[in-house]
């Protein structure tokens, strides 16, 4: 497809921004509705959303050409998606917004080294950097954490939940890769969503959804749209612009996330929470921000120090 930077640069912001403002609004949901009924919600949504818009298309995947090793990465794409939703819905029970963002570029790092092992690919000498200011941020961030750390206390419980969504999503992650052989991305993500769907439906609690006040019925609203189109945003992004550029946007999203859980408490402290973090917090997310930048484009500053 013809590079067109602008209208990518639209989709991968609009992306961003969707995704900064989804753990905000699921934190709205969890005191009202278990993890598993949220994630139902999302799915379905999700997947009759996709659906209705692949058949206009005429786009809708032909799983009947597929073999059984494809299969069994669709089953392994399904438990990675289903996993990482649910982790990272449970988790906004013990900790903020922020928190749970600032842990999410340890998934992309997850993804890198899996491709190192699985696929053989080669990690950059600009990765390594980018991890380890990953890793310093990460410390700074929970400067004031160490205690609750130390305890085990409900807060560690939601960091931990955190992290492991971030592994598990290195399942979907992968099982994708070996996917785009056969489909495009968006054929995958349907049958995903379609999987997902149905393996929570029998663990959902439809009936939540009438226990929920109108500022929260319009926060799943959000979220029930929000997988829709920034994972449609995210898609179309990467036809249109350089995945390197794609990549660096993403890394943004826990910046997006502060500033607006910030600005949400300024304005509505009634229904947001204050982030509690203290500078050095601050600071971290910075360098967490940073490290995921640099090992998503970091190779091109050391081809110009190469190349002067």
């Known amino acids: 497809m013809q590079q067109k930077p602008l209208l990518g640069f639209t989709y991968a912001l609009i992306a961003v921004l969707m995704w900064g403002m989804l753990p905000i609004a ?9 993890s598993q009924t949220i994630v139902f919600y999302r799915f379905i949504a999700a997947a009759v959303g996709l659906s209705l818009f692949m058949a206009w298309r005429g786009n809708l995947p032909r799983l009947g050409q597929l073999n059984r090793r494809f299969y069994r990465y669709i089953l392994l794409g399904i438990f990675g998606l289903s996993g990482n939703f649910f982790l990272f819905n449970l988790g906004l029970n013990y900790i903020s917004a922020s928190t749970s963002q600032v842990m999410g570029p340890l998934g992309s790092f997850m993804m890198l080294f899996a491709s190192v092992k ?7 000498a600009h990765q390594k950097i980018g991890l380890l200011i990953l890793i310093i941020g990460l410390l700074m961030f929970f400067n004031d954490r ?9 807060y560690f419980k939601g960091v931990l939940i955190a992290f492991i969504a971030s592994v598990i999503w290195v399942v979907y992650g992968i099982s994708q890769k070996m996917l785009l052989y056969k489909f495009s991305a968006q054929q995958i993500l349907l049958v ?12 959902a609690d439809k009936g939540q959804v009438f226990t929920l006040t109108p500022f929260q019925f319009a926060c799943l609203l959000f979220c029930c749209a929000n997988t829709l189109i920034a994972y449609g945003c995210y898609a179309e992004a990467l036809n249109l612009w350089e995945v390197s550029k794609v990549s660096a946007m993403m890394t943004q999203i826990p910046v997006f996330t502060i500033i607006f859980s ?17 500078t050095l917090s601050y600071c971290g997310a910075a360098f967490v921000v940073s490290g995921a930048l640099f090992s998503a484009v970091g190779h091109k500053f050391f081809n110009r120090i190469r190349q002067g």
Do not use: H, S
């Open 262 to 278: 910030e600005l949400l408490f300024y304005l509505a402290p009634q229904f947001f929470a204050d982030q509690q973090l203290n």
């Open 146 to 154: 160490f205690d609750d750390f130390a305890r085990m206390n409900l």
């Open 192 to 203: 995903i969503y379609i999987g997902c769907a149905l393996l929570f439906t029998p663990f």
């Open 118 to 124: 699985i696929f053989k690919e080669q990690m950059g």
């Open 26 to 34: 699921v934190k709205q949901l969890v005191t009202a509705m278990n």
